[in-house]
């Protein structure tokens, strides 16, 4: 039962372009959603966050949105640049501590 | 120390044999949980410390993983007898407490042959 999902196993963008990864929940219940970006032979690094009461959150090149009624969350980066190309994943937060993974995005950023 | 800490980064080990695997935890974040995360797959969390609370052991996958943490500080994960199965990157994070954001380390990859 995969709670958090993220459909596109991989995608492929140009230098300057805009990069829009997606996430899709089925928990109503979350609230709190946050975006890590994972380096090969390291672990993920915080990236941005939104509580379930926003439905934008913003900073710098990197703003997460969220649509609950669609129960679907998006992380835009603009302008990409190839020090983005990393594996993006998608987490929720339902109360407690524990967080639920999407399988992640691989996003290679083309100079 | 500046960041979460895990040892050893690397481990391979036969089937049926015990391992052992330490995570060092941010200082002053109470909050310590595990997951693991197998090939091409997202992270599948294993189980969650809070201070002094009974940990949240719902992640575990079986009664041959364990973990406890010490102190309030190290934390150790213990697979008995492991299995194939069981090869996967093992992460741990940490966060103060009633905080959302968790920061993790850099894992030990496990093998098992």
């Known amino acids: 039962d995969q709670q958090v999902k993220q459909n596109s196993p991989s995608l492929s963008v140009q230098e300057g372009r805009i990069s829009i990864l997606n996430c899709d929940y089925t928990n109503s219940m979350f609230d709190y959603f946050l975006w890590y970006k994972k380096y090969p032979a390291e672990g993920p690094t915080f990236l941005i966050s939104?509580?379930?009461?926003?439905d934008k959150n913003e900073d710098g090149r990197f703003t997460v949105f969220l649509n609950k009624s669609a129960k679907h969350l998006s992380l835009h980066i603009v302008p990409s640049q190839p020090g983005d190309s990393a594996v993006y994943f998608c987490?929720?937060?339902?109360?407690?501590?524990?967080?639920?993974f999407g399988q992640g995005t691989e996003l290679s950023v083309k100079p | 120390g500046a960041g979460v800490s895990q040892s050893p980064s690397n481990k391979v080990t036969e089937k049926g044999k015990d391992v052992e695997l330490r995570c060092d935890p941010i200082?002053?974040?109470?909050?310590l949980y595990w997951y693991r995360q197998s090939l091409g797959q997202g992270l599948e969390f294993l189980i969650y410390?809070?201070?002094?609370?009974?940990?949240?052991k719902s992640g575990l996958p079986s009664d041959r993983f364990s973990a406890e943490r010490t102190g309030g500080s190290v934390s150790t994960l213990t697979i008995q007898r492991t299995q194939q199965e069981d090869s996967a990157v093992y992460l741990c994070?940490?966060?103060?407490?009633?905080?959302?954001?968790?920061?993790f380390g850099a894992g030990t990859r496990l093998s098992v042959l």
């Open positions: 939104i509580s379930s009461i926003k």
């Open positions: 200082s002053g974040h109470t909050a």
């Open positions: 994070a940490s966060s103060l407490v009633g905080r959302n954001i968790q920061y």
């Open positions: 987490a929720a937060k339902l109360g407690g501590g524990k967080l639920i």
């Open positions: 410390f809070q201070g002094n609370s009974a940990p949240d």
